[in-house]
């Protein structure tokens, strides 16, 4: 079985997301009747703490914003830093499934121009995990991931690639950990200027 926990983190710019809510009426005919009598009942429960453990992932943040930084001639280049994204892990040995583990993975949406420009694709955006302490060794970073305008085997920008994931099994391994990234956009230099959004999904995995 696979459970799945998504956040979204926009880089660039923020996107306004609209919600409804439905609200249901049933009107109808008033009668006026006199009351005779009342009474009142305490109804009381009591909700026993389960002490179960959880896996459960957050991120500091829902916004970042790339400044442009080391471009070229040929290439814009653009950096910023990811929001830290915590996983913590509460749950007893004897509350996971056997052999499981989990991993962090990223993947990022088109940007998005706000002027009509043509949308630059997510494999234009790349990044650097880190790991912010892990003495332990219960977590390993995942790999460098390069944009489609680099040279290299892994230059195929974000698209479910990891950010973090188990050493070891997660019954073996209890606690929290953080990581972060280096965020990377290359772009051709001709690409039309303005504002453009991206959404990076990030999503835990067991």
């Known amino acids: 079985m696979v459970s799945m926990m998504k956040q979204g983190v926009k880089a660039r710019l923020g996107v306004a997301a609209v919600g409804g809510v439905l609200l249901a009426g049933v009107a109808g005919a008033a009668f006026a009747e006199e009351q005779v009598g009342s009474g009142e009942v ?11 453990g959880v896996l459960a992932m957050s991120v500091a943040g829902t916004s970042t914003s790339l400044s442009e930084s080391g471009s070229s001639e040929l290439v814009r280049e653009f950096t910023g830093a990811l929001p830290t994204v915590t996983v913590t892990d509460t749950r007893t040995a004897e509350e996971i499934p056997d052999g499981a583990f989990w991993w962090v ?5 088109s940007f998005v121009g706000d002027a009509g420009q043509a ?19 219960a977590v390993a970073v995942g790999s460098d991931v390069d944009t489609v305008l680099d040279e290299g085997p892994n230059n195929v920008g974000l698209q479910g690639r990891e950010l973090l994931a188990m050493a070891l099994t997660s019954e073996e391994a209890v606690g ?15 690409t039309a ?9 990030l999503s835990l995995f067991e």
Not at 42 to 52: P, R
């Open 42 to 52: 305490d109804v009381n429960v009591q909700i026993e703490d389960t002490g179960a």
């Open 105 to 109: 993975e990223g993947t990022a949406s």
């Open 119 to 137: 949308e630059i694709t997510p494999d234009h955006l790349g990044w650097r995990p880190h790991v912010a302490d892990d003495g332990s060794g």
């Open 176 to 190: 929290s950990w953080e990581a972060t990234a280096e965020l990377v956009l290359k772009v051709p230099a001709e």
């Open 193 to 201: 200027p303005g504002a453009y959004t991206s959404t990076l999904t």
